[in-house]
Nanobody, 126 residues
Framework: VQLQASGGGSVQAGDSLRLSCAVSGGTFSRYAMGWLRQAPGREREFVAAITVRGDNTNYAESVKGRFSISRDNNKKTVYLQMLNLKPEDTAVYYC????????????????????WGKGTQVTVSS
């Protein structure tokens, strides 16, 4: 399974960005998907996640109301829409995938992902 994140860039505070993560290999519809980020000098942290069917999501408190995760199982792509960006959102953003059997497809993982993309840089200046 390979994940390719894109859509990062350098923006001003208050601007918006949409990240995309295209997945190849595996069965996309069996993976919960997440976005995590790592700022310089800090540990990687959870940002958002979505279930295999896209029927439930979860967000870090710091991004609630500003970020929105979604997925298109036909396109094998997960998105992170980021609104009202703040300088503290500056980080490398990683998409990740976690396989679940059908009976666990309700799960929205914060950690222990199985596969990771290489990350895309988001820089927000004040």
């Amino acid at each position: 399974v390979q994940l390719q994140a894109s859509g990062g860039g350098s923006v001003q505070a208050g601007d918006s960005l949409r990240l995309s993560c295209a997945v190849s290999g595996g069965t996309f519809s069996r993976y919960a998907m997440g976005w995590l980020r790592q700022a310089p000098g800090r540990e990687r942290e959870f940002v958002a996640a979505i279930t295999v069917r896209g029927d439930n999501t979860n967000y870090a408190e710091s991004v609630k109301g500003r970020f929105s995760i979604s997925r298109d199982n036909n396109k094998k792509t997960v998105y992170l829409q980021m609104l009202n960006l703040k300088p503290e959102d500056t980080a490398v953003y990683y998409c990740a995938a976690k396989y679940y059997i059908l009976s666990e497809s309700y799960r929205v993982p914060h950690e222990d992902y199985d596969y990771w993309g290489k990350g895309t840089q988001v820089t927000v200046s004040s």
